[in-house]
């Protein structure tokens, strides 16, 4: 694929989030008709899930969104184009991550309002066919926005909660054309990690740390969600998050994923569910469920050399734990969420 087919990908995203951003709740239809496509699929975290109409996907996302977090601006830390590796999904898609912010005017999702400056983290995959938007991924961490207004969704964390940083190397805008040699490279090092986890392979036990220095720098920072927290350094890294997940999630299963996309220094991909897990206590400081639950998950990675550098994560947590039997959003909010169809079950 030529690098004028990202290029006018990524100026078609752009001009998206240009009239998206800066819309009226009376012009949103108009501008999600403009730019999306009729046959559009919409994958949202819970309590949204999967939305088949842009229409809807304005009405039931963002104009409620947009009436909460008044001045809603959105401040990107990485932004690439790239061919998606996965033959059986294919296409373009864009990536986009980095935090819608605004004034926390209005209650979202039974969630009180602040009046104060308040981040919600997000991350979106676009495809874009016949110069439109196909289909798009849009994961954001409600608990993390839930708990910058005081609440607390989950048990104290593992690792710190931050509202977090783009990379650290400030290189993850990639408006322009970026040298395709490096995204293969960055391609190599993340296939090098998922095909090197030993829970999902069976391999030989050894050292957590012995495995995570094949595939990270020393210096590695991973950016989970809200619940389990940020940290820094494979050692702590190891501690605070990889070591208790997966000694409290068994029969582990890899699902695969939708799509899989490098450029530059930058990759990360998506699945709808990436993996299916079994609670068996102890992890978040939740209770042992016995029920196998899936995970909807996007990584994001920055490579550094060889290895991989920076992680951010994104977890559909209030899914996971509402099929276990419990309804964090329900319990922290007092507002019964919809499980699986939408958010019309909602008060906004």
């Known amino acids: 694929m030529s690098d004028s087919s990202f290029q006018s990908a990524k100026q078609l995203v752009r001009d998206y989030y240009d009239q998206l951003d800066g819309a009226t709740a009376d012009e949103l239809s108009l501008i999600q008709g ?69 004034l926390f005017d209005q209650q979202w999702l039974g969630i009180a309002p602040s009046g104060k400056i308040a981040m919600l983290r997000y991350c979106e995959f676009h495809r874009v066919e016949g110069n439109k938007i196909t289909e798009t991924a849009m994961f954001f961490d409600i608990p993390h926005l839930m708990m910058q207004v005081g609440l607390q969704p989950f048990p104290p964390q593992t690792a710190a ?36 986890i030993k829970t999902w392979r069976g391999g030989a036990e050894e050292p957590l740390v012995d495995e995570l220095r094949r595939s990270w720098n020393e210096d590695m920072i991973w950016w989970g969600p809200a619940g389990i927290g940020a940290t820094y350094t494979i050692e702590r890294y190891a501690q605070q998050h990889s070591g208790p997940f997966r000694a409290a999630l068994t029969d582990r299963k890899f699902n695969g994923h939708i799509c899989r996309i490098a450029e530059g220094h930058f990759g990360g991909f998506f699945g709808w569910p990436n993996l299916t897990l079994t609670p068996s206590g102890g992890f978040m400081g939740m209770p042992a469920t016995n029920t196998p639950g899936d995970m909807r998950v996007i990584d994001i990675y920055r490579r550094d050399g060889d290895k991989l550098t920076e992680n951010w994560i994104f977890i559909d947590l209030l899914h996971f734990w509402n099929k276990q039997g419990i309804d964090v959003l329900a319990r922290t909010t007092g507002i019964e969420s919809n499980q699986e169809t939408g958010a019309r079950g909602i008060t906004v």
């Open 161 to 196: 909660h931050l509202v977090q940083p783009g990379p650290l190397t400030h290189n993850g805008l990639m408006f322009e054309a970026q040298d395709p040699k490096q995204g293969l490279k960055t391609l190599a090092a993340i296939d090098h990690m998922v095909s090197d």
């Open 34 to 102: 403009q730019f999306i496509a009729d046959n559009y699929l919409w994958r949202g975290f819970h309590p949204f899930h999967e939305i088949h109409s842009a229409e809807e996907v304005a009405q039931q996302f963002w104009t409620p969104l947009k009436s909460a977090l008044t001045h809603l601006q959105r401040r990107m830390d990485v932004f690439m184009a790239g061919q998606n590796t996965l033959e059986e999904h294919g296409g373009i898609w864009v990536l986009s991550m980095g935090h819608l912010m605004g």
